[in-house]
């Protein structure tokens, strides 16, 4: 079993920063890609930012040049850093982890994130 902890969400004013952790434990070999989701209220959940094995990121257009997403390996952990938020980034964050050998892939508990005008 893997287990992802998430943490660093919160309640910040539209144009400040948050860092969202995920850290995973448990029956780990290897990760491939680790990255993050959100959903909103009412919307289905989308993709925010990946990261492979080999530090290649991937961004939603809505979020480039103002999240950045980084791994540290020896730590089994993602993070997302999230500047000049927008109220539009209000949502609950994910973060995935897509395990190496075919052995699937998991889901952190979620964190919200709200933005306030």
């Known amino acids: 079993q893997v287990q992802l902890v998430e943490s660093g969400g919160g309640l910040v004013q539209a144009g400040g920063s948050l860092r969202l952790s995920c850290a995973a434990s448990g029956s780990i070999f290897s990760i491939n890609a680790m990255g993050w989701y959100r959903q909103a209220p009412g919307k289905q959940r989308e993709l925010v930012a990946t990261?492979?094995?080999?530090?290649?990121?991937n961004y939603a257009d809505s979020v480039k040049g103002r999240f950045t997403v980084s791994r540290d390996n020896a730590k089994n952990t993602v993070y997302l850093q999230m500047n000049s938020l927008k109220p539009e980034d209000t949502a609950v964050y994910y973060c995935?982890?897509?395990?190496?050998w075919g052995k699937g892939d998991y889901w952190g508990q979620g964190t919200q994130v709200t933005v306030s005008s």
């Open positions: 990261i492979s094995s080999g530090g290649r990121t």
């Open positions: 995935n982890v897509v395990l190496g």
